[in-house]
C-alpha cells in the first residue's frame, strides 16, 4: 500500500506521494461549468486539483 500524506498549515502546502507530472493549467469556461485540460495520456488516472489563492 502507498503511502501519501497531504499537509495544509499555516497557509503552506506539503504533499508526499509519488508524482508522475506537475503541471499548471487555467480553469476554462465549459458549458454552465468549468474545466481543467490534460492530455489523453492521463485519462483515468487520479489528480490533485489545488486552487490557488
Known amino acids: 500500500m502507498r503511502k ?3 499537509k495544509l498549515e499555516k497557509g503552506k502546502l506539503e504533499l508526499k506521494d ?3 507530472l506537475i503541471f499548471e493549467k487555467t ?3 465549459f458549458g454552465n461549468g468549468a474545466k481543467i485540460d ?3 495520456e492521463f485519462l ?3 489528480v ?3 486552487l490557488r489563492k
Open 27 to 29: 480553469i476554462t469556461k
Open 48 to 50: 490533485y486539483v489545488i
Open 4 to 6: 501519501r500524506s497531504i
Open 38 to 40: 490534460a492530455p489523453k
Open 44 to 46: 483515468g488516472k487520479k
Open 18 to 20: 509519488e508524482f508522475e
